[in-house]
C-alpha cells in the first residue's frame, strides 16, 4: 500500500535559518504529492503541490520537487519566520477504484522558528 | 467565500456516550471526508462521502458512522464512546473536477473530543 515518512520533528531553527523537512514516499501508482501546515488550533492548510515527476511546487517561499528516481518530496524554504512555526505534513493521493482520492499522510513534522 | 465549518468546537464526553459531529463544506464541494488526529496515530482516515453515498471507509470500527445530505453537509457519529476515541477530528471537502487530478483539500478547524 501507499506510505509516506517524514523527518521526526521538532525541526528548532533560528530566524533566517534555510529548512529543509524530509519526505519520501511508497507508493503503486502515479501519485500526486502534497504539503499540508497546520498551525496551533487550526485545521490543514494547503501549502504546496506537484502533480506529475519534476514538478516543482512553491508557495510563500517554500519549494518542493516531486523526485520519482527518489520518492522524495522534501520541503524547503530559504529563510524561515518565527510565523512559519507549524505542523507541516507531508501528503500523496493516488486515485482509488470509485474515482475518488483518498491522501495518505506523513505523521508530521513540527517546526519551531526562535526569533 | 465561506470555509469548511465543523461544530462544535470542543466537546467533552464520558465513556459510553455518543456524539455527532457536523461539517458544512465549501459551496459546490460534494466530497466530504473525515479524519482522526490523535498525538499518537496521527491522521486516520475515517470515511468518505459523495453526493450521499460513502465511497470510501477507513480502517475503524463500526462505532464510527457517518452519512452526508442533499446540500452535501455531513455528519459522523461515534457510540459508545471510549477514553481512547479522544482525539481532534477534521474534515475536509474538495470540489471534483473529471481528468483534473488528485484533489486538493480543504479542511476545517477541527472539533476536539474529549472523553472522560
Known amino acids: 500500500g501507499n506510505s509516506v515518512t517524514q523527518m521526526e520533528g521538532p525541526v528548532t531553527l533560528s530566524e533566517e535559518a534555510f529548512l529543509t523537512i524530509n519526505c519520501t514516499y511508497t507508493?503503486?501508482?502515479?501519485?500526486?504529492l502534497f504539503w499540508y501546515v497546520q498551525y496551533p488550533g487550526e485545521g490543514l492548510q494547503l501549502l504546496l503541490k506537484?502533480?506529475?515527476?519534476?514538478d516543482k511546487g512553491s508557495n510563500k517561499g517554500f519549494e518542493a520537487t516531486y523526485r520519482k528516481e527518489t520518492t522524495s518530496f522534501h520541503l524547503e524554504k530559504g529563510s524561515v519566520q518565527v510565523s512559519d512555526s507549524a505542523v507541516y505534513f507531508c501528503a500523496l493521493s493516488d486515485r482509488l477504484s470509485g474515482g475518488s482520492y483518498i491522501p495518505t499522510f506523513g505523521r508530521g513534522t513540527s517546526l519551531i522558528v526562535h526569533p | 467565500k465561506a470555509g469548511v465549518t465543523q461544530t462544535p468546537r470542543y466537546l467533552i464526553k464520558t465513556r459510553g456516550q455518543q456524539v455527532t459531529l457536523s461539517c458544512s463544506p465549501i459551496s459546490g464541494h460534494r466530497s466530504v471526508s473525515w479524519y482522526q488526529q490523535t498525538p499518537g496515530q496521527g491522521l486516520q482516515f475515517l470515511f468518505e462521502?459523495?453526493?450521499?453515498?460513502?465511497?470510501n471507509k477507513g480502517n475503524f470500527p463500526g462505532r464510527f458512522s457517518g452519512r452526508q445530505f442533499s446540500n452535501s453537509r455531513s455528519e459522523m457519529n461515534v457510540s459508545t464512546l471510549e477514553l481512547g476515541d479522544s482525539a481532534l477530528y477534521l474534515c475536509?471537502?474538495?470540489?471534483?473536477?473529471?481528468?483534473?487530478?488528485?484533489?486538493?483539500?480543504?479542511f476545517g478547524a477541527g472539533s476536539r473530543l474529549t472523553v472522560l
Open positions: 462521502y459523495f453526493s450521499e453515498t460513502q465511497r
Open positions: 507508493a503503486t501508482g502515479y501519485p500526486s
Open positions: 475536509a471537502s474538495s470540489f471534483e473536477s473529471i481528468g483534473a487530478g488528485a484533489n486538493v483539500l480543504t
Open positions: 506537484a502533480t506529475k515527476a519534476d
